[in-house]
């Protein structure tokens, strides 16, 4: 088992001190004390709290990005596995939303993360440099709608299943993506 990077401590510091106390409150103070780790080592990696916040939704987001490579993953499979982690990390994704706004939102800085990672994912599938305008806005669609949708749902209480919502997020996809997303859409297209 690998080692944790000093990193990786602060995150899951992070995490858990969100369990007993809003996110806006904690303190970097807090954080290395609970973490064992001095606040050099904190300003090291992050710029500020927020920027903490950010790294534990964006690598859990790289983790799953990184599935995305392989031939027996797809997007269904990393909106399975998202929807997992908002669900079982519900309170602290809605502190983390609750507690940032305007251009430096947690909403929009995780949202522009995700559009770029996932052009970057398809300039590799459609071994291209750059996306076409066309796509990259199919893109930015795909990925806000559904943050979008996954905050909505936080809201609610979770009152739609899981398996339901993965379901209204896999067949709001926009067509001209889905190919390059799904399984099913790749082995009809190479039928044809």
């Given at each position: 088992?690998?080692?944790k990077?000093?990193?990786?401590i602060?995150?899951?510091?992070m995490?858990?001190l969100?369990k007993?106390?809003?996110?806006?409150?904690?303190?970097?103070?807090?954080i290395?004390?609970?973490a064992?780790?001095?606040t050099?080592?904190?300003?090291?990696?992050f710029?500020?709290?927020?920027?903490l916040i950010?790294?534990?939704?964006t690598?859990a987001?790289?983790?799953?990005i990184?599935?995305?490579?392989?031939?027996?993953?797809?997007i269904?499979?990393m909106i399975h596995?998202?929807?997992?982690?908002y669900?079982?990390h519900?309170d602290y994704?809605k502190?983390?939303?609750?507690?940032?706004?305007g251009?430096?939102s947690?909403?929009l800085d995780?949202?522009?993360?995700a559009?770029e990672?996932?052009c970057k994912?398809?300039?590799?599938v459609?071994?291209?440099?750059?996306?076409?305008e066309?796509?990259?806005?199919?893109v930015r669609i795909h990925v806000f709608?559904q943050?979008?949708?996954?905050a909505h749902?936080?809201?609610?209480?979770?009152?739609?299943p899981?398996?339901q919502?993965e379901?209204?997020l896999?067949?709001?996809?926009?067509?001209?993506?889905?190919?390059?997303f799904?399984?099913?859409?790749?082995?009809?297209?190479?039928?044809?």
């Open positions: 088992m690998a080692k990077t000093s990193k990786q602060l995150a899951e510091t995490m858990e969100a007993t106390k809003p996110v806006n409150r904690i303190t970097i103070r807090e290395v004390q609970a064992g780790l001095s050099q080592t904190f300003y090291n990696h710029a500020d709290r927020d920027a950010l790294y534990v939704h690598s987001l790289d983790v799953l990184e599935k995305l490579y392989s031939d027996d993953y797809d269904r499979d596995e998202y929807l997992r982690f669900s079982d519900l994704l502190m983390a939303m609750i507690y940032s706004h251009k430096t947690h909403f995780f949202g522009n993360y559009v990672q996932t994912y398809l300039c590799h459609m071994n291209v440099e750059q996306l076409p066309d796509m990259r806005c199919y709608g943050i979008y949708m996954y749902w936080a809201w609610d209480d979770a009152k739609i899981l398996d919502l379901e209204y896999v067949r709001a996809t926009p067509p001209a993506l889905a190919p390059y799904y399984r099913e859409c790749r082995e009809q297209a190479a039928e044809a």
